[in-house]
């Protein structure tokens, strides 16, 4: 699968285990932050408390009010019991922040092992990025977490201008990730007439064996659709294994966000605004059957197989 700049040499479970590791001792520091500053508290708190009780019994003012049927002071042993309770107080309050602390570490690991273990790369090219990255992120509520316009270096030193789609496995399948990119370009176009101006070809690029089978098998779902009315498809299915991302700037990213009005113009300007409604929309027709006639077609639908594909439920 691909990988991002500059941790080709380290492996992710590696990676995953170090960031664990540095997550642990910041809840191990402030465990004994917390401690270190009750024990620096408590035995002032109990000094305090001590010198407060242990009065002498044989004060004048003590004795006077004895004779008016006021309580004497505190004998030495009943003193040594009224501290004694603040004591195991103290010492409660020192345990009791460390286990909550050690809770809160273990939740965090188990939290990052479950993100880490259901979160999943996808990678595509399909002309203008800037243009392609709104079609992943308008089904974040299915469950992509994160999309990024960058470059994909090949192992044979090419690059590629891509977007990378990181999603949740446990909300949405690739097979639905592969559907919004087959809903944002023309795959008919070659990589000689490019995507409305931007030269290149259309490329799912699969990190794995079962990424591939599941686009070519969406590749060809899609052309017996005839979706696009007898052009075939040109959208190549390219392997990503040893591959690197390097994502642009951010200032590049969710470019279409930053620049609402640019982005209009520009889906208007290169035709794809058009080319998109003009292929999806329904067609009507003046053909008759029997007595009945005027026809509405929808060219992408559940019966022609083009709706699965789009939906990702495809069997």
């Known amino acids: ?164 789609v990181r999603y949740d496995t446990r909300k949405v399948g690739y097979k639905r990730i592969l559907g919004a990119f087959w809903r944002g370009v023309d795959p008919t176009r070659t990589a000689q007439q490019g995507q409305f101006g931007t030269p290149g070809p259309t490329v799912i690029w699969s990190g794995s064996d079962e990424e591939r089978l599941l686009a070519q098998e969406s590749l060809r779902r899609l052309d017996a659709s005839g979706i696009y009315r007898g052009k075939p498809i040109a959208t190549l299915v390219r392997d990503a294994a040893g591959a690197r991302f390097s994502a642009s700037p951010p200032a590049e990213q969710q470019w279409y966000l930053s620049n609402p009005e640019a982005y209009k113009k520009l889906m208007d300007k290169t035709g794809r605004k058009k080319w998109l409604e003009d292929t999806f929309k329904p067609i009507k027709t003046t053909a008759c059957e029997g007595s009945v006639c005027g026809f509405v077609y929808f060219p992408c639908t559940v019966e022609n197989g083009c709706s699965g594909v789009m939906q990702g439920n495809w069997p």
């Open 1 to 164: 699968a691909a990988k991002r700049q500059g941790s080709e040499d380290i492996d992710p479970a590696t990676l995953l285990a170090m960031s664990l590791m540095t997550e642990r001792m910041r809840w191990l520091c402030v465990c004994l932050m917390i401690v270190t500053c009750t024990g620096r508290i408590a035995p002032r708190a109990v000094g305090l408390r001590g010198r407060t009780l242990q009065r002498p019994s044989a004060a004048p003012s003590l004795q006077a009010g004895s004779q008016f049927g006021m309580k004497s002071a505190p004998s030495a042993a009943a003193s040594q019991r009224v501290v004694a309770m603040p004591r195991r107080s103290l010492i409660a309050a020192c345990i009791l922040p460390l286990f909550a602390c050690l809770q809160i570490a273990v939740a965090d690991d188990e939290s990052a092992l479950s993100s880490s273990s259901t979160s999943a790369l996808a990678y595509f090219s399909g002309g203008d990025l800037r243009l392609l990255q709104p079609v992943f992120d308008d089904i974040r509520y299915l469950g992509v977490r994160e999309t990024k316009v960058g470059e994909l270096q090949l192992v044979d030193g090419s690059t590629m201008p891509v977007v990378e």
